[in-house]
């Protein structure tokens, strides 16, 4: 009898197919520059060489410090060819954060843009640039072929989300491979496919979805910095069919250009990190009418967990949609029970997509798993008779108000519908008669009272939800990701 078989999964594995199946392709561009997928397999090779040259040994771990940029794909595929493990370091971070990292990841080498503040680490440090090309270039251009098994991490991404402390997420060589493949198929990365590496890359859906690409034989190029005109331009220039944004990316457009250009190419947006308010999910219906728009969810612990396909995306305007491929979900309430249709619970998820667990943390990890494999997302969600899931809010922000529960995201979607509104963020803060008030924060086009605000959601809302505070700032604090820091909200004073 045949059995099934092959190669394990190593996200280094599409590099290696395509640069022999397609090596003149362009797998990479960044501004003048770019690679064509036979360079990225053997820099990404070569690399691999400079860091087995350096000593480093399977499973050792190696930081990479730097933005969106040419070198990001070879150095992830060059880590996994030499059987190391990538930590992504976000180069917006404090000298001390990125210590900690570094430190609790147990990095022995640090590849960092120097362009950027890069803190003094007890590490080697090879800077991008003149450096870096000596380096790979006094390497062999032979694959080492250092062999994974494709359950181990292929990277260490550390998250705070919107509370605590950081954690490093171990995902697997497994999990991501099947996601690349999955994005392929549902979002359109592909041979003679090409996008745009928007979201950062140092963080998990900003690497997965860009790096996707060149996994499954497409093109990425590269935005350094997100601008709403620089990025409509390259769409444009580049022609790219497809493209991940988050919703502030969105809302950055829609008050930076108004009208969006006509752009042929585009047949394919999908958005994460937030959920997408429906006032601005319309805005985008109608900038981009050729784009067919996907809303998924998920986490960098869980993968993706959920999509909202466009069949749906009007009719079922402020859901998630259904599980993902290859996805189980569980709705819960506070006893353990899976709640009926209709009725709020805590979403947990099993897919091959879930982390291995948090790096040396086994309470945190034990925290947020059950014995038979599932994981908590940590969010309260209603499921309709249809299936379809719409997020309500993080357990950690529902606000109990005089003893009743009130859900942020009901608030933020009304303020939304105010013309003055442009952002807004809804929080419990400690309140010595009703144990919390609820309390808004707002980026706001043009003046407003707050009497006309108490108006409006009163006419919308229950009185007990309506904030009893209303706070006007330049801007809400957001992680990497784009979501909003909500613990950063209840400590201004």
């Not at 590099?15 to 022999?20: D, L």
Request: aromatic share 8%.
């Amino acid at each position: 009898m045949l059995r099934s078989g092959g190669a394990d999964l190593t996200i280094a594995g599409g590099v290696r197919e395509f640069g022999r199946a397609t090596p003149a392709a362009i797998a990479v561009r960044d501004g003048d520059r770019a690679l064509t997928y036979a360079a990225l397999d053997e820099r990404s090779s070569r690399l691999a060489g400079a860091l087995l040259a350096a000593g480093l040994g399977t499973g050792d771990r190696v930081g990479l410090l730097c933005g969106n940029r040419l070198e990001y794909p070879e150095i992830a595929a060059g880590i996994a060819k030499a059987g190391l493990v990538l930590v992504p370091v976000n180069p917006r971070l404090t000298a001390p954060e990125v210590g900690f990292i570094l430190g609790h990841s147990g990095a022995r080498l640090l590849i960092a843009d120097v362009a950027l503040a890069v803190p003094e680490v007890a590490v080697r440090v090879v800077a991008l640039g003149d450096e870096y090309e000596r380096w790979i270039a006094a390497a062999p251009a032979r694959d080492p072929r250092v062999p994974v098994d494709e359950r181990d991490p292929f990277c260490i991404a550390y998250t705070a989300g919107t509370t605590g402390d950081p954690k490093g997420v171990l995902i697997s060589h497994r999990s991501r491979c099947l996601t690349f493949y999955a994005t392929a198929l549902e979002w359109g990365l592909g041979p003679g496919r090409r996008t745009i590496a928007v979201a950062p890359m140092y963080h998990g859906a900003g690497f997965a979805f860009a790096y996707a690409a060149v996994h499954c034989g497409a093109t990425v190029s590269m935005l350094r910095s997100f601008d709403p005109v620089a990025l409509l331009d390259l769409i444009d220039r580049e022609r790219a069919q497809s493209v991940f944004l988050v919703p502030t990316h969105a809302q950055l457009i829609r008050e930076a250009v108004g009208t969006v250009p006509a752009l042929p190419s585009l047949d394919t947006l999908y958005f994460n990190a937030a959920a997408l308010p429906k006032v601005l999910k319309e805005w985008v219906f109608e900038a981009f009418p050729g784009a067919g728009v996907h809303e998924l969810y998920g986490s960098t612990e869980a993968g993706v967990v959920t999509n909202l396909r466009p069949p749906d995306a009007r009719r079922k305007a402020g859901t998630v949609g259904h599980p993902w491929f290859a996805t189980q979900v569980r709705i819960v309430g506070p006893d353990g029970r899976p709640v009926a249709p209709g009725e709020p619970g805590e979403l947990y998820s099993r897919s091959p997509y879930l982390m291995n667990g948090y790096h040396e943390n086994p309470a945190a990890t034990a925290a947020c798993t059950t014995e038979d494999g599932f994981l908590t997302s940590g969010d309260i969600v209603v499921a309709d008779e249809e299936g379809f899931i719409s997020i309500v809010d993080r357990v950690k922000d529902v606000i109990i108000t005089g003893g009743v529960n009130v859900y942020p995201r009901d608030v933020e979607e009304v303020l939304l519908t105010h013309d003055a509104v442009a952002e807004a963020a809804v929080v419990g803060e400690p309140d010595g008669r009703w144990g919390e008030r609820v309390v808004a924060y707002l980026v706001c086009r043009r003046a407003i009272e707050a009497p006309a605000l108490d108006a409006h959601l009163r006419q919308r809302l229950a009185g007990y939800k309506v904030p009893k505070e209303f706070k006007v700032v330049a801007a809400l604090p957001r992680n990497a990701a784009g979501k909003v820091l909500k613990r950063e909200l209840r400590s201004t004073p």
